[in-house]
């Protein structure tokens, strides 16, 4: 197996409010990733998904816990991180109607992280702009337009080629594609794999999307108000969803074809909300909505436990004492 | 002659040829070219497209609530038997009161952030109840419609502003709104798009179990496949202004027979992770100047020279499925 480009291991992200209360965004998470594979990261509004992909890029620093990414740790830095390691990761966000700034053209858009991480002059800062959108599969015409003279999918493949530009290791995508329309996302998507496989790439894929998920995660992980519930290869993963959030979150997915409706746990309905991180709910955070609740959920915060070769579950039903 | 007397009582809604253009600082953008559906009592309608295909302006049009820049070039809409553009403006605002309510995408700008649940609801019934309805009559009216829409404590969440409920509440309380003034119709456009899976979920089984137990009809909007296969029982798929095939959901879904249908399809990513098809190749061809023929010819594989001259007409494929396409017994 190829080497562990990152590992983050109990990692805490708190705010604080201004009357005081303290929001638990990211509440002790651990993660591995692996050099060239897709990690999907899932979750409902407010589990933490961008938060830990902030953390990760150096926009928070991290309240406690350890990010270490190729043998350096990188949780306290914040901004302040080495060049290197900056242009090493990089993140691609979810709207790139507000990622791009609109008063700029494509191509001075794409010079930015090449005046600050190259030594290029300018002539080959045009030329390596240009190589930049070839790359991403777009005309070199490009280049001389405005963000808003593009469609939403050929914007997203801009801040694509933007990351691209610091020759990442690293790629945060998230929800890269959640604003664009079916096809154009399809689009983008493949660009995205393509990419992968070219360049060795190792993607963090942040996404609501299970069924998007299936198809471009090597390993899924799915959040709940800041805590991991279930971690698992991707085929094992659908194949046999443990977690009883990860089981309701599969049955509200709307399918489109009689062989995905098969695969949908269909004895779980959906019910109650998430509640706010402000306020977790103590013990299991599921347990609010949980239909297998036992009152041990209620009192005791389960551990990560895992249950086959590589598919870990954060659940009572699932552990030794229970 | 019994049955046709039938159908007309059946049908709710009936729209017919509709093409609706606007005109853009003296430019001409024609967006609906030829839309005709038909929503029965009780019946669960889809439209679904990708975005910019004129489901919101279908919807706009059947409230008649177009903005002043649209030109209607033909066709008609008629709701209950009348022409919703021919009415009167006090029939017009009567069949918007009572006869058919939108729930709109975005329940957060729906509501209005400086009044109470209370006071928003009251206001809408007023209009939609007769005059001499009682203010305490009107306040229990609106309590047992937060109660059909499973809202636990009625009472608390009418005393509530919008920004305390949260994004599955405040669209639960939009659906009330819209059912409680007795509507026969509802226009739901993309209801649980701006809400979590688990809660879009929730809304869309929601409004199912409605339709079902008040004998409601519903248009239900949306870019989602998924969601459209499995809340309506009747699928339209509209690209480009245009609707490309129609039928019974189970039926469109289980054999797409447009290249455009088939193409989408493609392009969901699927549970069963077979990976997803690279796209649809092309851009939404340009309103000011549509193409001749099927709009869809500038990106199908299967073009051919009559597809870019001549409008395809709508042939019956199956029992009740529709295509508009030269070649749909040719394509798989």
Do not use: W
């Amino acid at each position: 197996m190829a080497g562990k480009i990152l590992e983050i291991k109990n990692l805490k992200k708190y705010f604080t409010l201004k009357n005081g209360q303290v929001v638990k965004a990211v509440d002790g998470v651990d993660l591995e990733l692996y050099e060239g594979e897709t990690l999907g990261l899932v979750g409902e509004s407010g589990s933490g998904k961008s938060t830990i992909a902030y953390v990760l890029v150096g926009m928070y620093q991290a309240t406690d816990g350890d990010i270490i990414y190729r043998g350096r740790n990188i949780a306290k830095t914040g901004l302040y991180r080495t060049l290197k390691q900056k242009g090493e990761i990089q993140i691609v966000f979810q709207d790139p109607g507000s990622s791009l700034n609109s008063k700029r053209t494509v191509e001075k858009s794409l010079m930015v992280p090449l005046k600050i991480h190259t030594k290029l002059n300018k002539t080959d800062m045009k030329k390596r702009a240009r190589q930049l959108l070839e790359e991403v599969g777009l005309p070199a015409e490009f280049a001389e337009k405005y963000p808003r003279a593009l469609g939403g999918g050929e914007r997203q493949l801009i801040s694509v080629a933007r990351a691209l530009a610091t020759n990442p290791l690293l790629m945060i995508l998230d929800e890269p594609t959640s604003a664009l329309d079916v096809s154009v996302q399809a689009k983008v998507i493949g660009k995205l794999m393509d990419l992968q496989n070219q360049l060795k790439l190792s993607y963090l894929f942040i996404t609501h999307d299970l069924s998007l998920m299936r198809n471009v995660a090597d390993r899924v992980a799915i959040l709940y108000l800041g805590r991991l519930c279930e971690q698992a290869p991707a085929a094992d993963f659908y194949k046999k969803p443990l977690h009883p959030y990860t089981q309701m979150l599969l049955s509200s997915i709307p399918v489109v074809t009689a062989e995905e409706e098969g695969m949908k746990p269909a004895k779980i309905v959906s019910r109650g909300e998430i509640p706010s991180p402000v306020n977790v709910p103590p013990g299991c955070a599921f347990h609010l909505r949980c239909r297998y609740k036992k009152p041990v959920c209620m009192e005791k915060r389960p551990v990560m436990k895992e249950v086959s070769d590589g598919h870990f579950v954060c659940c009572h039903l699932f552990s030794d004492n229970a | 002659m019994k049955d046709m007397d039938n159908t007309q009582k059946d049908t709710i809604l009936e729209v017919k040829d509709l093409s609706v253009s606007f005109d853009v600082y003296g430019k001409v953008s024609h967006v609906l070219d030829g839309i005709s559906f038909r929503v029965k009592k009780g019946e669960r309608v889809g439209l679904v497209g990708e975005s910019g295909c004129g489901k919101t302006t279908t919807l706009k049009a059947v409230l008649n609530v177009l903005p002043r820049n649209a030109i209607i070039n033909s066709g008609e809409v008629l709701f209950e038997g009348h022409n919703v553009f021919g009415m009167k403006p006090s029939r017009l605002a009567a069949m918007r009161r009572t006869g058919a309510g939108m729930v709109f995408q975005d329940p957060s700008s729906a509501l209005n952030p400086v009044f109470s649940i209370e006071k928003q609801f009251i206001t809408a019934l007023k209009y939609a109840k007769p005059k001499n309805t009682s203010a305490r009559e009107l306040y229990n009216i609106a309590v047992e419609a937060l109660d059909s829409v499973m809202l636990a404590d009625p009472e608390r969440i009418m005393k509530s502003f919008p920004f305390q409920l949260s994004g599955g509440m405040k669209q639960r309380v939009c659906i009330a709104m819209t059912i409680a003034a007795g509507r026969q119709l509802l226009l739901a456009d993309e209801p649980g798009t701006s809400l979590d899976v688990t809660i879009q979920d929730q809304i869309l089984r929601l409004i199912n179990k409605l339709v079902l137990d008040n004998d409601l009809s519903v248009i239900m909007v949306s870019h989602s496949l998924g969601v459209i296969r499995e809340s309506t029982s009747y699928v339209n798929i509209m690209y480009a202004g245009t609707v490309v095939e129609s039928g019974g959901s189970d039926d469109v879904f289980h054999n797409p027979r447009h290249p455009y249908t088939v193409a989408l399809m493609s392009c969901v990513p699927k549970l069963t992770g077979e990976g997803i098809a690279k796209g649809i190749p092309g851009r939404v061809p340009d309103y000011m100047k549509p193409p001749k023929g099927c709009r869809y010819s500038t990106r199908c594989p299967y073009a051919q020279e009559v597809c870019r001259t001549q409008k395809p007409p709508q042939q019956e494929i199956g029992p009740g499925h529709f295509v508009s396409c030269y070649f749909a017994n040719e394509v798989i």
